[in-house]
């Protein structure tokens, strides 16, 4: 049997009240990968929020899973929650980090109360993969950043107003440093006439693992199946089978990303109604097929089951 690895979770608990964790000031300037005893750390951790932060001083290296990066003043990090990583200074200098840590489904729940849809498209594309890039190069997520921190810090008034104004757009710039995913898998509506087949689109997100005909969805919205077509097409730009596959694969690459189910057994869960309509369907959206794209740098949280977990609370 092959030996487990370690991992740490570290978990954080956001405050009552409050938008998100930040934690800033002058406990943070100290040696990054190191214990109190000033032994450097050999595992890698995983948090239960997702995390951003910002290097103000020092230089090192940041692993991200198998990947090492190396950093510097400006440099950002954004890791979805449940992502193995750690951050090492060089030679136990100080180093200056702040942090975000925040709950991205609670928060995107709330922005968008009425548009479920939105919110998961925009969890599935923050929660694609960590990345790391620098002022620089994001200065727009710079300029974010260290504004929630600073409203954070001050606690002015208004100040989570103020934060959860800034944590959607921070959001909507995190999504668009993340490589496309599934693009059409949840189109947003294209015209005006788009409400008239929203329970269409309900209707699918609820029922895609069973076996769905256009005619039931045009049934749904009230209207003939011709009719259905023409108005579904012109609205979300693609035919409403097109649609029901696109949310499929939506579906399965979650599985694949967060299980170990077998890929016969997504298939099925994800109303395919056989594993080679799976794998051709998964190839035309995705370019690779299921078992490839699970051994991705997507399919990060699957991999925890290759790990023992640790538990600690907080930061050491």
């Known amino acids: 049997m092959r030996k487990k690895g370690n991992l740490e979770f570290r978990y954080y608990e956001i405050p009552h009240g409050e938008p998100l964790l930040a934690l800033f000031g002058d406990v943070w300037v100290r040696p990054y990968g190191y214990d109190g005893d000033g032994q450097p750390l050999s595992n890698l951790h995983f948090h239960n929020l997702m995390e951003v932060g910002y290097c103000f001083e020092g230089k090192g290296s940041i692993v991200l899973e198998d990947e090492t990066l190396e950093y510097g003043p400006g ?35 709330s922005f968008y109360p009425d548009d479920s849809r939105q919110a998961q498209f925009l969890l599935t594309r923050i929660y694609r993969n960590a990345f790391c890039t620098t002022a620089e190069e994001a200065p727009s997520l710079s300029i974010l950043i260290q504004n929630i921190l600073r409203e954070m810090s001050e606690h002015r008034e208004l100040y989570a ?22 693009e059409n898998a949840s189109p947003a509506p294209q015209n005006p006439d788009s409400t008239q087949i929203f329970r269409s689109l309900e209707y699918v997100g609820d029922h895609f693992s069973r076996p769905l005909r256009v005619e039931d969805l045009a049934e749904v919205c009230h209207m003939s199946e011709p009719h259905f077509r023409r108005v579904f097409v012109k609205c979300m730009g693609v035919s409403p089978l097109e649609y029901i596959n696109q949310v499929r694969i939506h579906a399965a690459c979650e599985l694949l990303r967060k299980s170990n189910t077998p890929i016969a057994d997504i298939a099925e869960k994800c109303g395919f109604c056989s594993l080679s309509t799976f794998d051709r369907n998964f190839r035309k959206y995705i370019g690779s097929t299921p078992n490839e794209w699970r051994k991705s740098p997507e399919a990060y949280e699957r991999r925890l089951s290759d790990k023992n977990i640790l538990i600690r609370e907080g930061w050491s």
């Open 75 to 109: 440099t950002i990090t954004v890791i979805p929650k449940n992502y193995p990583h750690t951050t090492n200074g060089v030679d136990r200098t100080n180093n200056h980090w702040e942090y975000l840590f925040i709950d991205a489904e609670k928060a995107l729940s």
């Open 161 to 182: 107003d103020a934060v959860n104004g800034l944590l959607r757009t921070l959001f909507v710039e995190i999504s668009r440093h993340q490589p496309a995913f599934i």
